[in-house]
């Protein structure tokens, strides 16, 4: 265990756990409730908006920082992906974490391990189509972080809209005794949802890269002025993203919130949802209808 100074040498520290023993003894005396922020870490201002939210809320903030080796599909970008734990543990000290939580492979998944979460066909469309076997690593992951640390909240950013539903189902199917916060998306001001994977992209894709927020915008637009027509809607995405030339779209999608299954028609709220592959990195986004 380490301790950690936040850059404006105020008393506030972080204190450090990588293994479950030294995890279960501080947790043990945190005063309740208990926040946990999961991470994969390369913190940005939308981790921060989570940990802020915690803060507000919680008596004690937990964050951990695991780039899940599950989740991954082959091919995918896990030995790549942003790490910088320095500056993620000096972000944890100036936002008044009191403790994050760093395990590494084997301290979540011991040899041996076998058992896996599968929540059926909500983790085997959209995200899940493209990337199979993604969402039995996050809900496996999500599923022993909770354990682990056994929070009062747990707090995950809507901008990754299918994990949410995914996580929601797994908290209910599973009866597990934690609850689940949704934290609005923040965006850069030309509407870039910030994510971990922006840090890929080239100044060209960056410039190009709002396309995904506009095409939202334009489909809740339409759904503002009264379009129930599901594939209007898709259509009207499709339409924005194929102006941009660096965008190659994956999927669009208009969901039940609950099921994630393709709408006809948007009579009780719905789920947009779209990826797009650009030449170094796919990016995802999501807006939730009331
Ligand atoms: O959203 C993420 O960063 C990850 O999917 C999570 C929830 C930390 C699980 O690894």
Redesign the pocket.
């Known amino acids: 265990m380490a301790a950690v100074l936040p850059p404006d040498g105020s008393a506030r520290s972080v204190r450090i756990v990588r293994d479950r023993a030294s995890l279960a003894a501080i947790r043990a005396a945190l005063p309740g409730p208990v926040g946990l922020v ?3 870490g390369a913190l940005h201002g939308g981790h921060v908006a989570l940990i802020e939210r915690a803060r507000a809320e919680c008596a004690s903030v937990v964050v ?1 920082i ?1 780039v ?1 080796p599950m ?1 991954f599909g082959p091919g995918e970008d896990y030995e790549r992906y942003p790490r910088d734990l320095e500056a993620d543990l000096r972000t944890c000290a100036a936002h008044g974490v009191d403790l994050v939580f760093t395990p590494d492979v084997p301290t979540i998944y011991p040899p041996g391990h076998s058992t896996t979460v599968d929540v059926g066909p909500l983790g085997t469309v959209l995200e899940g189509a493209a990337r199979p076997g993604h969402f039995r ?2 809900a496996t ?2 599923t022993i ?1 909770l354990d682990l640390v056994r929070p009062d909240l747990a707090y ?2 809507q901008k ?1 809209g299918q ?1 949410v539903v995914v ?1 929601g189902r797994v908290v209910r199917d599973l009866a597990l005794a934690v609850g689940l916060v949704v934290v609005p998306t923040v965006r850069e001001p030309d509407g870039l949802a910030l994510s971990s994977r922006n840090a890929y992209l080239s100044a060209a894709e960056r410039a190009a890269a709002p396309v995904l927020y506009r095409a939202l915008r334009a489909a809740v637009d339409d759904y503002a002025r009264g379009e129930r027509d599901a594939e209007r809607l898709r259509a009207r995405m499709r339409e924005v993203l194929a102006a941009e030339p660096l965008a190659r779209p994956d999927y669009v999608s208009v969901a039940d919130r609950e099921t994630l299954e393709e709408l006809a028609a948007v009579d009780r709220g719905a789920l947009l949802s779209l990826a797009v592959r650009f030449p170094s990195a796919r990016l995802i986004d999501c807006w939730p209808l009331d």
């Open positions: 999961p991470t994969m951990s695991f899940n989740q690593g996050v992951v999500v972080l995950f950013g990754d994990q996580v």
